[in-house]
Nanobody, 115 residues
Framework: QVQLVESGGGLVQPGGSLRLSCAAS????????MGWYRQAPGKERELVAV???????NYADSVKGRFTISRDNAKKTVYLQMNSLKPEDTAVYYC?????????WGQGTQVTVSS
């Protein structure tokens, strides 16, 4: 059984930074891909960034150059460093652990960007 626990969300002013963390339990972390997704009120959940088991990253166009995804396999944790935050980044952020045919989701952490 895999459990994912996100942390690091909160309220930040436009232009500020936050770092989200997602800690995983279980023994399958290093062999799986990880991703961050977000869902704003009234909108569908969307991909923010993914990192493969081999460390290859991909980002949504809206966050390129501002967000950085990374992983620490020894700590079974994936991070999302978010800089130059904008009000439109406000959403619940979820982490996902996945490989072909299976996936697990965290419970989400709220990020609010507002002055």
């Amino acid at each position: 059984q895999v459990q994912l626990v996100e942390s690091g969300g909160g309220l930040v002013q436009p232009g500020g930074s936050l770092r989200l963390s997602c800690a995983a339990s279980g023994s399958m972390f290093s062999s799986n891909h990880m991703g961050w997704y977000r869902q704003a009120p009234g909108k569908e959940r969307e991909l923010v960034a993914v990192i493969s088991s081999g460390g290859i990253t991909n980002y949504a166009d809206s966050v390129k150059g501002r967000f950085t995804i990374s992983r620490d396999n020894a700590k079974k944790t994936v991070y999302l460093q978010m800089n130059s935050l904008k009000p439109e980044d406000t959403a619940v952020y979820y982490c996902r652990l996945f490989s072909p045919g299976r996936e697990w989701w965290g419970q989400g952490t709220q990020v609010t960007v507002s002055s």
